[in-house]
C-alpha cells in the first residue's frame, strides 16, 4: 500500500477509477509498453546482461506550453524487455503515404541535398533516412531527431516529421526535446566531481549532507550513501509508476512538486527490495542525489551542473528545469497505448487533445497544465535539450574532461547489477563496451550511446510514448550503417 502522507490530499476519484488506474499500470509493467530503453544488443556479436530499462518512469514528464518556471520533471524507471531481431508493431499503418513528408537536416546539410545517396562523410544518408522513416511509421512517432558524431566533431543532426499533428510544423533539430532519464548520469558525474573536489563522498551515509531527517522512517535511510542512491541498491520504490503518484499527479497537475516531496513520497513507501544487495531502479535515488549536490555547495543543482558539466562542454541548448528553461517550450509530445487509457481515466482530456495518427489514439500532453508534469523528475529525468546538444553531452561525460580516470571507473564499474555502474549502463556492441542510457517522459522516447572505441554517439528521440518498436531498435539499425560508413570496425 502506497503511503503518501504528507506530500498533499489527492482528489476524490472512483474506486472504479482508480482500479482502472491500477490495473493500467500494472499491465504497462509488465509488457513494458512505456519503452525507456537502457540496454541494447546491436548485433549478433554483442554480449549484453541487461535486458530493457526504463519503461515508462517518466511517465508523468510532459511538454511545457509556456516559459513560465516550474520545479522539476519525472525520470524514467527501467524495467526489463530483451531486445528481439522480430519487433512487435501493433495498431499501426505500414503505407508509407500515412507519414507526412519529412526533411533529414544534417548540420550544414541543407534539405535540398536529401536525394543524395551519401555525403563525402562517408555517411548513407539515404539509409539513414530510409530505416528512420520506416520506424516512425512502425512506432506511430509524429517526429523524430537523430544526432551522429564521431569525436569533437559537430554531430550530424536529422530531423523527420512534425513538431505538432494539429499544426503540421516540420520538426526541426533546434527544437527541444525532453530527454528524461539520460539526465541521471548527467547527475552521476555532477556528483563526482564534488567528490574529486573533495565536497563528497560516496560512501559516507548521506545523513552527514542532509541531516537525520531526511529519510523520515526508512528503513535503512541512517546508511544510504550516494553509491547507493547512483546504483539503484537503496530499495527505493520506483516512484515516478507507482500508483498512488499517479492517482496524486492528477489530481494537482497545475501544481509543482518539490523534491523533498517526492522523497518523501518514496521513504515512506519503505523498501521494495534488499537494501544494497539488489538492484531496484528508482528515479527517487538521484532525486535525492540532487538535494545533496544543493546541501554540500549552497548552490541550485542546474547551477552546480552547469558549471560543471554544460558550460565546460560547451553546451547552449541544455537546460534543467525549473529554474533553467529553453527559450522555446518543448515540442508537443503525444501519449498512447496504456497511457492514453491511463490518462482518459484520471483527468478530463480537452476535445483538441485527442489524435487518430498511423491508426493510434494519442492524446496530446501540451494540452494540460505543466506544473506537476515538469517538475516530478528534476536531478532525475528533468533536462530538455536539442538532439545535437544531448549527443555531445553525453560523449562529454566520458570523454576524460570532466572527472578523473579513477572516478570514471568508479562510474562504469558495474556493482550488484552486471550492466550497470553508477547512473550509466555498460554493454558490449560488436565486442566494444558500450555506455547508454534512456529516458521515457511523457511523450517522448529518447535513447544515446556512446562507443569509446570508436568515439561515436548515436542519440536519438521520438516525440511518443509508448514507442513499439522502442528507439533502440531505431539505433540498432543506424549504428551498424553509421560504423560502415566510417569505416569504424577495421
Same mark, same amino acid.
Given at each position: 500500500?502506497?503511503?503518501?502522507? =504528507?506530500?498533499?490530499?489527492?482528489?476524490?476519484?472512483?474506486?472504479?477509477?482508480?482500479?482502472?488506474?491500477?490495473?493500467?499500470?500494472?499491465?504497462?509493467?509488465?509488457?513494458?509498453?512505456?519503452?525507456?530503453?537502457?540496454?541494447?544488443?546491436?548485433?549478433?556479436?554483442?554480449?549484453?546482461?541487461?535486458?530493457?530499462?526504463?519503461?515508462?518512469?517518466?511517465?508523468?514528464?510532459?511538454?511545457?506550453?509556456?516559459?513560465?518556471?516550474?520545479?522539476?520533471?519525472?525520470?524514467?524507471?527501467?524495467?526489463?524487455?530483451?531486445?528481439?531481431?522480430?519487433?512487435?508493431?501493433?495498431?499501426?499503418?505500414?503505407?508509407?503515404?500515412?507519414?507526412?513528408?519529412?526533411?533529414?537536416?544534417?548540420?550544414?546539410?541543407?534539405?535540398?541535398?536529401?536525394?543524395?545517396? =551519401?555525403?563525402?562523410?562517408?555517411?548513407?544518408?539515404?539509409?539513414?533516412?530510409?530505416?528512420?522513416?520506416?520506424?516512425?511509421?512502425?512506432?506511430?512517432?509524429?517526429?523524430?531527431?537523430?544526432?551522429?558524431?564521431?569525436?569533437?566533431?559537430?554531430?550530424?543532426?536529422?530531423?523527420?516529421?512534425?513538431?505538432?499533428?494539429?499544426?503540421?510544423?516540420?520538426?526541426?533539430?533546434?527544437?527541444?526535446?525532453?530527454?528524461?532519464?539520460?539526465?541521471?548520469?548527467?547527475?552521476?558525474?555532477?556528483?563526482?566531481?564534488?567528490?574529486?573536489?573533495?565536497?563528497?563522498?560516496?560512501?559516507?551515509?548521506?545523513?552527514?549532507?542532509? =541531516?537525520?531527517?531526511?529519510?523520515?522512517?526508512?528503513?535503512?535511510?541512517?546508511?544510504?550513501?550516494?553509491?547507493?542512491?547512483?546504483?539503484?541498491?537503496?530499495?527505493?520504490?520506483?516512484?515516478?509508476?507507482?500508483?498512488?503518484?499517479?492517482?496524486?499527479?492528477?489530481?494537482?497537475?497545475?501544481?509543482?512538486?518539490?523534491?523533498?516531496?517526492?522523497?518523501?513520497?518514496?521513504?515512506?513507501?519503505?523498501?521494495?527490495?534488499?537494501? #544494497?544487495?539488489?538492484?531496484?531502479?528508482?528515479?527517487? =535515488?538521484?532525486?535525492?542525489?540532487?538535494?545533496?549536490?544543493?546541501?554540500?555547495?549552497?548552490?541550485?543543482?542546474?547551477?552546480?551542473?552547469?558549471?560543471?558539466?554544460?558550460?565546460?562542454?560547451?553546451?547552449?541548448?541544455?537546460?534543467?528545469?525549473?529554474?533553467?528553461?529553453?527559450?522555446?517550450?518543448?515540442?508537443?509530445?503525444?501519449?498512447?497505448?496504456?497511457?492514453?487509457?491511463?490518462?482518459?481515466?484520471?483527468?478530463?482530456?480537452?476535445?483538441?487533445?485527442?489524435?487518430?495518427?498511423?491508426?493510434?489514439?494519442?492524446?496530446?500532453?501540451?494540452?494540460?497544465?505543466?506544473?506537476?508534469?515538469?517538475?516530478?523528475?528534476?536531478?532525475?529525468?528533468?533536462?530538455?535539450?536539442?538532439?545535437?546538444?544531448?549527443?555531445?553531452?553525453?560523449?562529454?561525460?566520458?570523454?576524460?574532461?570532466?572527472?578523473?580516470? #579513477?572516478?570514471?571507473?568508479?562510474?562504469?564499474?558495474?556493482?550488484?547489477?552486471?550492466?550497470?555502474?553508477?547512473?550509466?549502463?555498460?554493454?558490449?556492441?560488436?565486442?566494444?563496451?558500450?555506455?547508454?542510457?534512456?529516458?521515457?517522459?511523457?511523450?517522448?522516447?529518447?535513447?544515446?550511446?556512446?562507443?569509446?572505441?570508436?568515439?561515436?554517439?548515436?542519440?536519438?528521440?521520438?516525440?511518443?510514448?509508448?514507442?513499439?518498436?522502442?528507439?533502440?531498435?531505431?539505433?540498432?539499425?543506424?549504428?551498424?550503417?553509421?560504423?560502415?560508413?566510417?569505416?569504424?570496425?577495421?
Amino acid at each position: 500500500m502506497t503511503n503518501s502522507s =504528507g506530500i498533499g490530499q489527492t482528489r476524490s476519484a472512483s474506486l472504479g477509477v482508480k482500479s482502472l488506474w491500477i490495473l493500467c499500470l500494472t499491465l504497462v509493467l509488465f509488457v513494458g509498453a512505456c519503452g525507456n530503453d537502457n540496454s541494447i544488443d546491436i548485433s549478433t556479436t554483442a554480449t549484453t546482461q541487461a535486458e530493457l530499462r526504463e519503461t515508462g518512469a517518466n511517465s508523468l514528464e510532459s511538454t511545457p506550453t509556456s516559459t513560465s518556471a516550474t520545479p522539476t520533471q519525472i525520470a524514467t524507471t527501467e524495467s526489463s524487455s530483451e531486445i528481439t531481431d522480430e519487433p512487435s508493431i501493433p495498431h499501426t499503418k505500414t503505407n508509407d503515404e500515412a507519414l507526412p513528408e519529412t526533411t533529414p537536416s544534417t548540420g550544414a546539410i541543407t534539405s535540398a541535398d536529401k536525394d543524395l545517396q =551519401g555525403y563525402a562523410s562517408g555517411l548513407d544518408i539515404e539509409a539513414i533516412h530510409q530505416v528512420s522513416r520506416d520506424w516512425m511509421v512502425s512506432a506511430g512517432a509524429p517526429g523524430l531527431v537523430v544526432a551522429i558524431a564521431q569525436g569533437d566533431e559537430e554531430p550530424w543532426t536529422f530531423s523527420w516529421g512534425v513538431s505538432d499533428l494539429d499544426t503540421a510544423e516540420p520538426l526541426s533539430t533546434d527544437d527541444y526535446v525532453r530527454i528524461g532519464s539520460v539526465t541521471k548520469p548527467v547527475t552521476t558525474v555532477t556528483v563526482l566531481s564534488l567528490v574529486e573536489d573533495g565536497l563528497l563522498d560516496l560512501d559516507v551515509p548521506i545523513t552527514k549532507y542532509l =541531516g537525520d531527517n531526511w529519510y523520515n522512517t526508512y528503513e535503512h535511510g541512517a546508511a544510504i550513501t550516494l553509491r547507493h542512491l547512483m546504483g539503484h541498491t537503496a530499495g527505493f520504490v520506483d516512484y515516478a509508476f507507482d500508483p498512488g503518484f499517479f492517482v496524486l499527479g492528477s489530481a494537482r497537475l497545475d501544481v509543482p512538486i518539490q523534491p523533498h516531496e517526492i522523497v518523501r513520497f518514496a521513504t515512506n513507501y519503505g523498501p521494495v527490495a534488499d537494501f #544494497e544487495s539488489e538492484f531496484h531502479y528508482s528515479t527517487a =535515488g538521484h532525486v535525492v542525489a540532487g538535494m545533496v549536490i544543493e546541501a554540500a555547495t549552497g548552490n541550485p543543482a542546474d547551477v552546480e551542473i552547469r558549471s560543471r558539466i554544460l558550460d565546460p562542454l560547451g553546451l547552449e541548448n541544455t537546460y534543467l528545469p525549473p529554474n533553467e528553461l529553453p527559450p522555446t517550450p518543448v515540442v508537443n509530445s503525444y501519449n498512447g497505448g496504456l497511457l492514453y487509457t491511463a490518462f482518459s481515466s484520471l483527468t478530463r482530456v480537452p476535445d483538441e487533445a485527442h489524435h487518430d495518427y498511423l491508426g493510434n489514439q494519442y492524446i496530446a500532453t501540451n494540452s494540460y497544465p505543466q506544473e506537476f508534469l515538469q517538475t516530478a523528475g528534476w536531478t532525475g529525468g528533468g533536462m530538455e535539450a536539442t538532439i545535437g546538444d544531448v549527443s555531445k553531452m553525453f560523449r562529454g561525460l566520458f570523454a576524460g574532461e570532466l572527472i578523473n580516470d #579513477e572516478l570514471l571507473t568508479e562510474m562504469t564499474t558495474p556493482s550488484v547489477e552486471l550492466d550497470y555502474g553508477l547512473g550509466v549502463d555498460i554493454q558490449y556492441i560488436a565486442d566494444q563496451v558500450a555506455y547508454s542510457h534512456g529516458g521515457t517522459t511523457p511523450a517522448f522516447s529518447t535513447r544515446v550511446i556512446y562507443i569509446p572505441e570508436w568515439d561515436l554517439t548515436l542519440a536519438a528521440s521520438a516525440n511518443v510514448l509508448p514507442a513499439n518498436p522502442n528507439i533502440q531498435e531505431l539505433l540498432k539499425q543506424l549504428i551498424p550503417i553509421t560504423t560502415q560508413g566510417w569505416d569504424l570496425e577495421q
